[in-house]
């Protein structure tokens, strides 16, 4: 088992930027062999359901990356396996972007494109979310 747990989640003010993390632990020593992401909630959509959730961006285990259309230019995704770490980097941030982000991980073997076209249901570990809001 993995768990995830992420930081960073903040208010920020319209244009300005935010480093989302997600540690890992557990089942670590296969860790470079994960896809990692992060998908965040539908403001509008149950808050527990996974249906509920957009992907955002992912990682493969061979540095591979995609990104919704939505954070394109804006959003970048990265890891650091020494640390089991994962970030997003949200960068002009719009009033849109506020809601709450959720790291994954999944086992299978699949890059980072499919993990994007897979949706919710194509990985296998969450944390709990972090809150990402927008100051005036």
């Known amino acids: 088992q993995l768990q995830l747990e992420e930081s960073g989640g903040n208010s920020v003010q319209a244009g300005g930027s935010l480093r989302l993390s997600c540690v890992a632990s557990?089942?670590?020593?296969?860790?470079?062999?994960?896809?990692l992401g992060w998908f965040r909630h539908v403001p509008g959509m149950p808050p527990m359901e996974r249906s509920g959730?957009?992907?955002?961006?992912?990682?493969?285990?061979?540095?591979?990356?995609s990104y919704a259309d939505s954070v394109k230019g804006r959003f970048t995704i990265s890891r650091d396996n020494a640390r089991n770490t994962h970030y997003l980097q949200l960068t002009n941030v719009k009033p849109e972007d506020a809601t709450r982000y959720f790291c994954v991980a999944g086992n299978g073997a699949i890059n980072a494109t499919q993990a994007l076209r897979n949706g919710p249901w194509g990985v296998d570990y969450w944390g709990k979310g972090t809150l990402v809001t927008i100051s005036s």
């Open positions: 557990g089942y670590t020593f296969i860790y470079p062999n994960y896809l």
């Open positions: 959730r957009e992907g955002v961006a992912f990682i493969d285990a061979d540095g591979g990356t």
